[in-house]
């Protein structure tokens, strides 16, 4: 089993979102997106020497906990166009 679960990670992220409004993540897919999207930022960065390799874990695991302790946000694809 995955420590945090799915559910407890879609929990976090849609946690700022008030009663009546749609929620920013309703499926797996849109948490596994946003985590590896995250987790190829953090190679990224340990490729350009921002990071030090040593205290990274693997970057996928970094990119769960991130999501999970609220350090990263998921925009909706409406906001994520606009700010392209």
């Known amino acids: 089993m995955l420590h945090p679960s799915y559910s407890d990670l879609m929990k976090v992220v849609n946690s700022g979102v008030e009663e009546g409004e749609e929620p ?18 953090i190679i990224a960065r340990q490729s350009k020497g921002d990071l030090d390799v040593r205290t990274v874990s693997k970057p996928l695991s970094k990119a ?3 999501l999970n302790e609220g350090k990263i946000k998921i925009l909706p694809e409406e906001d994520e166009t606009a700010e392209e």
Request: charged share 25%.
């Open 64 to 66: 769960v906990a991130e």
């Open 24 to 41: 920013v993540v309703n499926s797996r897919y849109s948490i596994v997106l946003a985590t590896a999207k995250r987790a190829r930022q």
